[in-house]
T-cell receptor, first 111, second 114 residues
Framework: QQPVQSPQAVILREGEDAVINCSSS?????VHWYRQKHGEAPVFLMI?????EQKGHDKISASFNEKKQQSSLYLTASQLSYSGTYFC????????????FGTGTRLKVLA | EAQVTQNPRYLITVTGKKLTVTCSQNMNHEYMSWYRQDPGLGLRQIYYSMNVEVTDKGDVPEGYKVSRKEKRNFPLILESPSPNQTSLYFC?????????????FGQGTRLTVV
């Protein structure tokens, strides 16, 4: 039931690109993306509300494929500050307003 | 400054001693929620509230209580804490009655139950 993220972990060099995927077994109507530094609170990055929508924030963008029930986060020209754990999150769509986070992806950017 | 404030940041307590973790937001948000974060299990929702006096269970509500008497406050109550409730807790708020817009998180409360 929990959205599955892949990869579980990734190590990059500064300037390299990465893609993080979030896949759900249930229909997705919206997807949030967050970044969390160790011991800190998750920080909201963006939300995608419509199927196929792509949004961007600086060099971080995301796409949302409603039919495939998945979303992808794209990090281009990664910086040291991109290191952290990335989570997707979504409403449960079970007739409630429950919210569920994905399994998480640990990303480490090396100089 | 728009923020979600949790207190305390750190708490060590003994099994069975009732405690309350407070959460307050100054953004007039309708939706507030509590999460616990454990290694290997990620972030899991405990309870959420769509507005004043409206609360519902998340995925892991056992052992917890909440109340929403005012829009700005959403305390998490552990009536009889047990060691398996040792965790990192986060409160979050979001405008609208659901978590479908930008979400703001508190700084976290690290709870240890011995």
């Amino acid at each position: 039931q929990q959205p599955v993220q892949s990869p579980q972990a990734v190590i990059l060099r500064e300037g390299e690109d990465a893609v993080i995927n979030c896949s759900s077994s249930k229909a997705l109507y919206s997807v949030h993306w967050y970044r969390q530094k160790h011991g800190e609170a998750p920080v909201f990055l963006m939300i995608l509300l419509k199927g196929g929508e792509q949004k961007g924030h600086d060099k971080i963008s995301a796409s949302f494929n409603e039919k495939k029930q998945q979303s992808s986060l794209y990090l281009t020209a990664s910086q040291l500050s991109y290191s952290g754990t990335y989570f997707c999150g979504t409403e449960m769509n079970s007739g409630t307003y429950k919210y569920i986070f994905g399994t998480g992806t640990r990303l480490k950017v090396l100089a | 400054e728009a923020q979600v404030t949790q207190n305390p940041r750190y708490l060590i307590t003994v099994t069975g001693k009732k405690l309350t973790v407070t959460c307050s937001q100054n953004m007039n948000h309708e939706y507030m929620s509590w999460y616990r974060q454990d290694p290997g299990l990620g972030l899991r929702q405990i309870y959420y509230s769509m507005n004043v006096e409206v609360t519902d269970k998340g995925d892991v509500p056992e052992g917890y209580k909440v109340s929403r008497k005012e829009k700005r406050n959403f305390p998490l109550i552990l009536e009889s804490p047990s060691p398996n409730q040792t965790s990192l807790y986060f409160c979050a708020s979001s405008p609208g009655g659901r978590m479908n817009t930008e979400a703001f998180f508190g700084q976290g409360t690290r709870l240890t139950v011995v």
